[in-house]
């Protein structure tokens, strides 16, 4: 028998199926997804000419079908680090949601109104299952794969037109696909990409399959044997109700550097130290040593002090904010080889510290914050710190400042500006119902 059967009550994944089913989406909620659709389209393209892009099309690049062109998109749009974030759910939900909104879409001829309520469905999913996994789950598993098997299975199911019971099984046979450890980090490897690709494609299928009748696990978040209780040692089960009454894809943050988020805001402090030095000259010299405060996970995850590879100094605490000072604002070409050999740099790193600020730690995953000591061979010392990052809500990157973005990854990925402006083009025109884009036809 069912859990519903037994208890008479609701599980937790149709309430949430219901939540996101019931909630009415406006002309500017699709405004607002169109902007992260955009955002993201420029990290897909960006993605194609790097290393594990080339490899990732020699696999995948022919293929016809949705499910291996979302797990294509999705994998390419999480390689150079400069897709979205969510702060809440420490979740990337747009190289997961996206891609299967645009691969499906496309596939079934869906116009952009439709995709664009997709997203805000899979981004509801995805988000508030990612709010109650707990941080010991974070300390194992990348929560972008675990929880965005979700996020994919939502945004598949809204533009399916799925009826109650087929969200339900879309979601259960989800979540029995969900993977993704850390591991890749200790040594940098490409395997972070795939988690990216997994989830749009195994949500997609779990949705494919419900279409057809395929039933899944109805209590796969909260079973005894469920998603909660194998991998999440302190999940809040609550978090994936709680109220609200707006869409939470407005929470999710966009990224200004191509680097880990987690660095991001140690990165604003660096350069807001770095505009305060009233023409003192700034080199590797005149710095005795470097301080970084911030909260535990970022240290987990980014205290490198010796990177080797331009994936590794991305997730380096010291690096970036060695390079931000020194150099100024981070892009794409901070982090080739030769610019991670720096002397320079190397030098001023080995003189860095990373230290845990229980303010900080306490803020976290609300907040993601650090504060920069600089001290000086001069004696002069400068502290400069910050509670929000450039591109979070508080804080938001407007409209030119993400076509620049989205213009400047379009150039690294090979797009000239023509082509460039007809992919910005393309995504504006969802909001009137235009059709999804061809990413990898450009």
């Not at 009826?163 to 339900?168: A, I, L, N, Q, R």
Request: proline share 6%; aromatic share 6%.
């Amino acid at each position: 028998m069912t859990p519903e059967v037994l208890t008479g009550e609701p599980t937790l994944t149709r309430r949430l199926s219901r939540l996101i089913r019931e909630r009415p989406s406006s002309d500017a909620d699709l405004v607002a997804a169109e902007r992260y659709v955009r955002d993201w389209a420029g990290s897909a393209v960006a993605g194609r000419r790097t290393e594990p892009g080339r490899a990732l099309l020699a696999y995948a690049g022919g293929a016809e079908d949705p499910e291996a062109r979302a797990f294509l998109l999705a994998a390419l749009s999480h390689i150079t680090e400069t897709d979205d974030l969510h702060r809440g759910s420490v979740s990337h939900p747009g190289c997961v949601v996206i891609p299967t909104s645009i691969a499906l879409g496309r596939a079934r001829g869906l116009e952009g109104k439709s995709i664009l309520r997709a997203v805000l469905a899979g981004y509801e999913a995805m988000t508030r299952i990612g709010e109650a996994l707990g941080p010991a789950h974070y300390r194992m598993f990348h929560n972008t794969a675990t929880a965005g098997v979700f996020g994919s299975a939502a945004a598949a199911a809204s533009l399916l037109d799925l009826d109650e019971d087929g969200w339900v099984w879309a979601f259960g046979s989800a979540g029995t696909q969900a993977a993704g450890l850390w591991q890749f980090n200790e040594d940098a490897t490409m395997s972070k990409h795939l988690h990216a690709g997994h989830a749009a494609s195994a949500g997609l299928r779990a949705a494919l399959l419900a279409e057809r009748g395929f039933t899944g696990a109805a209590a796969v978040l909260e079973g005894e044997r469920g998603f909660f209780r194998a991998l999440c040692p302190d999940a809040r089960p609550d978090a994936v109700l709680e109220e609200g009454d707006e869409w939470k894809l407005p929470e999710t943050s966009l990224k200004p550097y191509p680097c880990c988020r987690h660095i991001h805001p140690a990165i604003d402090a660096a350069l807001g130290a770095r505009d305060r030095t009233d023409g003192m000259a700034l080199t590797a010299e005149s710095i005795r040593g470097i301080n970084i405060e911030t909260y535990s996970a970022a240290k987990a995850l980014t205290d490198n002090p010796a990177p080797d590879a331009p994936y590794a100094a991305k997730f380096s605490m010291q690096f970036c904010v060695g390079s931000a000072l020194l150099n100024g604002v981070p892009e794409l070409a901070s982090f080739a080889p030769d610019r991670i050999a720096d002397p320079k740099v190397r030098n001023l790193m080995e003189r860095t510290s990373v230290t845990l600020s229980p303010e900080l730690t306490e803020a976290y995953p609300r907040r993601w914050g650090a504060v920069v000591h600089v001290e000086f061979t001069s004696g002069q010392v400068l502290e400069e710190g910050r509670r929000v990052a450039r591109g979070d809500p508080e804080s938001p990157m407007d409209d030119a400042e993400i076509d620049e973005k989205v213009s400047r990854l379009c150039r690294f990925g090979g797009l000239d500006a023509t082509a460039a402006s007809r992919l910005l083009d393309s995504t504006r025109e969802l909001v009137d119902g235009g059709p999804a884009p061809r990413l990898l036809q450009l």
